[in-house]
């Protein structure tokens, strides 16, 4: 039982980084009916912008995840929304779609021709120590994640629900045409969203690149699990995503310690397909129709 709750903690603290890549999936659906699939190349951005804070400017990594948040927001909120998905999502979903594996595959070879292939060491945001509560082993590195994971949802939660701007938001992502007739700005929120989709982002990369390391592919693992994450739990849904991103980070961990290693990265997968097949719109989220 021990050996079930530890390998449980540390599957929320995992599954935490899932939530908040699959949150800004959502955020983009919800909001501009487009899926980004270079979502996994922007974790892996903004952590070579904190190695540059670091190494070229001399930077600590506190000043230098500040950089790499205004510079997610310059480039992977409002350069990608303007530069990428304005002029191609006239055309169709089709060639968003497209433009979006283009920009992924792009990116990561952009990386290993201008930085190297090789992963680069990531210091550790938590100090390497071990509490010892109730029998469980749980590292400060786990609780620190869950405990940054938590604030930074808990704060997405509080600016959509709890603010004017986030209930533009919300009414934007409802519906954009009665959202434009009201009055409110639909660029503006929808340039929002693809700002939070950078800063979550962000901190995915700052919380996952210690123990993945700064690699030009660190993302391609993390992007899909995270997609997959975001329908498990309702595509539509902020608090579905944050539920699948859990369940895939909590199964993962129980599969590769009961079942096998090789089993870990396949546990998305099935559960995808095994939630698809009984609940297309995940299990927390709702029907929906839309135009096309």
Not at 151 to 164: Q, S
Request: aromatic share 8%; glycine share 10%.
């Amino acid at each position: 039982m021990t050996d079930f709750l530890q390998l449980t903690f540390s599957g929320l603290a995992v599954g935490a980084i899932y939530a908040l890549v699959a949150i800004g999936f959502t955020l983009l659906w919800q909001t501009s009916g487009t899926i980004n699939f270079a979502q996994g190349e922007f974790v892996m951005l903004p952590a070579f912008f904190m190695l540059a804070g670091l190494r070229l400017f001399g930077l600590g990594l506190a000043p230098a995840f500040v950089l790499a948040i205004g510079v997610s927001l310059v480039l992977q909120g409002a350069g990608y929304k303007r530069g990428v998905v304005d002029p191609m999502l006239k055309h169709g979903v089709l060639p968003m779609v497209v433009a979006s594996l283009g920009l992924s595959i792009a990116l990561k070879n952009i990386v290993k021709a201008t930085v190297s292939a090789e992963a680069q060491a990531f210091p550790s945001v938590f100090p390497d120590q071990v509490f010892h509560i109730a029998g469980i082993t749980v590292t400060l590195a786990d609780l620190g994640t869950l405990v940054v994971a938590a604030v930074v949802i808990g704060a997405l939660w509080l600016l959509l629900n709890r603010t004017l701007t986030g209930q533009a938001m919300q009414a934007v992502a409802q519906n954009r045409d009665t959202a434009a007739v009201l009055g409110i700005d639909v660029q503006r929120m929808v340039l929002y969203a693809f700002c939070a989709n950078a800063a979550l982002a962000a901190v995915a990369a700052l919380l996952v690149t210690p123990a993945y390391l700064a690699k030009f592919d660190m993302g391609d693992s993390l992007g899909t699990k995270a997609f997959f994450a975001a329908i498990i739990g309702g595509f539509n849904q902020v608090q579905g995503a944050l539920l699948g991103g859990l369940l895939v980070g909590v199964l993962e961990n129980l599969a590769a310690a009961y079942i096998s290693p090789a089993y870990k990265d396949a546990i998305a997968l099935v559960l995808f397909c095994g939630v698809i097949l009984v609940k297309p719109e995940g299990l927390l989220g709702k029907q929906e129709a839309r135009k096309v």
